[in-house]
């Protein structure tokens, strides 16, 4: 009786221990996008925290320039191949590999303390950046600084800026204050002024990591900075090293690289992106050269995004869209990272505004925390739907047009959140994306409100190929099948036999070890 007892007293142990076990992984499940597509969710604006802030000063401790004249100071890194990196030259490097190096004349003597970086991998389909941090519209506010340290607190190995870096091309004009609409508060200006001490003041800001980890960048509309003699973009070419050449790439305005199984591709919002132009001629070249067996995933980034539900920017780059979306979705992109609105929107896959399993999951974070505040107004909120003749490009035509098909059909603007917007919030932040396998990413949104608090993350999902889906036939982009209730409910149900049958392996597991422990004590 007494061993009966310990036996039964023993197994409601287990029982109720195995039962915290389902409760935990209930709580702590994390959605994937085979889960979708989700329902709409809009995160209003919080309005107890601060929409913007002033410009730093030139003499933050961050920005002024802390050594004399000859001492090198704003490194940075950026990857140029495989098996080299760009720091103020090329070298050939081994995968994988730690280096020391330090910068400068030492003839004068003027070096710069020693720093170190590590080579990745080279591409294959098992390795992987352990983390890659995505920013976008950072410029150099309070703001700015909450979102770096918090960044460089995630230790990323690998940084992925996608555009308007400083906001130096209206510094002057502004007095460090900023304006929500450039165009409206100086009609007059006659020209975006390029000022490069600011441009140096975002340097030294940013070498504490760019002098480490490498950090890739792709131009925005305030890296123009339009000057006389027709002169454009002068800072963003002469201060940043990409690996153009190295991709085929006659431009620095677009170019591809790899990073372990990760192929990216960085594409140019501000040049000519026409079927008929160089870019589109270039890009079309690339994704057919990339192996899936060896890079498995597919991203690409540009500053303006198709896919955006704010007021702000609202259908801007239609045109755009209406040249390239086909041919990334052809090839199966499986990720698209932009900037330029000032708010964070993480959407469905969706192709051609509609719900597609095989279309990419575009990621808005425009949200670095740059001088001209979070965008807080919806282009389905009541009377907030911008004309057509609002929100007009920088460069490049305008393909604005009421919608002829779905639900927002006969219309500019929907009329509630959009099916293909899963997610949107008007926070400051950044993103972190982790690849674990040729088939699973996980993707965490951090908010700059959350900085302190211990494992907070504003919005998280595990982004999941489906090759066996999707990469049947990779030349006719309407293979894919479109979702449907029964893709999603026997993805749910994957996912949920998945967690069950770990938990009932941890109770056999356990019940196992108490019948041996009952037999040793019947004995």
Not at 42 to 54: E, N, V, Y
Not at 125 to 140: E, H, Q
Not at 447 to 470: F, H, M, S, T
Request: charged share 20%.
């Amino acid at each position: 009786m007494k061993i009966c007892t310990t036996f039964c007293v023993s197994l409601a142990t287990v029982l109720v221990m195995m039962s915290n076990i389902v409760m935990a992984v209930a709580e702590t499940h994390i959605p994937t996008t085979l889960d979708g597509p989700f329902d709409p969710v809009t995160r209003r604006f919080d309005p107890s925290l601060r929409r913007g802030s002033d410009d730093l000063p030139m003499t933050h401790p961050r920005l002024r320039k802390n050594v004399t004249s000859n001492f090198p100071e704003q490194i940075a890194l950026a990857i140029s191949s495989p098996t080299s990196m760009w720091v103020s030259w090329v070298t050939g490097l081994e995968p994988g590999t730690r280096y020391y190096y330090k910068c400068g004349d030492s003839s004068i003597p003027a070096m710069s303390q020693e720093h170190y970086f590590e080579t990745f991998p080279k591409p294959s389909p098992n390795n992987y950046p352990a983390r890659i941090a995505v920013i976008g519209d950072l410029g150099l506010t309070s703001n700015s600084t909450s979102t770096i340290d918090h960044l460089n607190y995630n230790d990323p190995s690998m940084i992925l800026m996608v555009g308007d870096l400083t906001y130096a091309n209206q510094y002057l004009t502004t007095g460090g204050k900023g304006a929500s609409c450039y165009s409206c508060a100086f009609p007059d200006a006659p020209i975006r002024e390029t000022y490069q001490p600011r441009w140096d003041g975002w340097g030294r800001f940013m070498e504490p990591l760019t002098s480490e980890i490498p950090m890739m960048v792709i131009e925005g509309n305030h890296e123009i900075e339009p000057q006389a003699g027709g002169i454009t973009f002068k800072s963003y070419l002469t201060r940043f090293a990409v690996p153009a050449e190295e991709s085929g790439s006659k431009s620095n305005f677009y170019y591809s690289f790899d990073a372990g199984g990760i192929h990216f591709i960085m594409l140019g919002a501000y040049v000519d992106y026409n079927s008929t132009g160089a870019q589109f001629a270039w890009l079309k070249k690339d994704l057919q050269s990339v192996d899936r067996s060896v890079t498995p995933w597919l991203v690409a980034a540009w500053h303006s995004p198709w896919y955006n539900s704010y007021a702000s920017h609202y259908q801007e780059f239609e045109c755009m869209r209406l040249e390239m979306e086909e041919l990334l979705f052809r090839y199966r992109v499986d990720i698209v990272f932009d900037g330029h609105v000032h708010a964070y929107e993480r959407m469905n896959r969706v192709f051609n505004y509609t719900l597609d399993p095989c279309g990419p999951v575009y990621i808005t974070v425009g949200d670095g925390g740059n001088i001209e505040k979070v965008d807080v107004d919806h282009a389905d909120d009541p009377g907030k739907c911008p004309s057509a003749g609002d929100n007009i490009p920088e460069f490049g035509g305008v393909c604005k047009s009421n919608f002829s098909t779905g639900p927002a059909k006969g219309n500019f603007c929907w009329n509630k959140q959009p099916e293909w917007s899963a997610f949107r919030e008007s926070s400051f932040g950044h993103g972190i994306l982790e690849v674990v396998n040729s088939t699973y990413a996980l993707w965490t949104w951090h908010r700059n409100q959350d900085n302190y608090k211990e494992n907070a993350v504003g919005d998280q999902i595990y982004i999941v190929r489906q090759p066996e889906l999707c990469m049947k036939d990779l030349k006719d982009p309407h293979q894919s099948l479109p979702y449907n209730s029964s893709t999603k409910s026997s993805s749910a149900i994957n996912h949920l036999s998945q967690d069950v049958s770990i938990i009932i392996s941890q109770i056999l597991g356990v019940l196992f070890i108490y019948g041996l422990l009952s037999q040793v004590e019947w004995s």
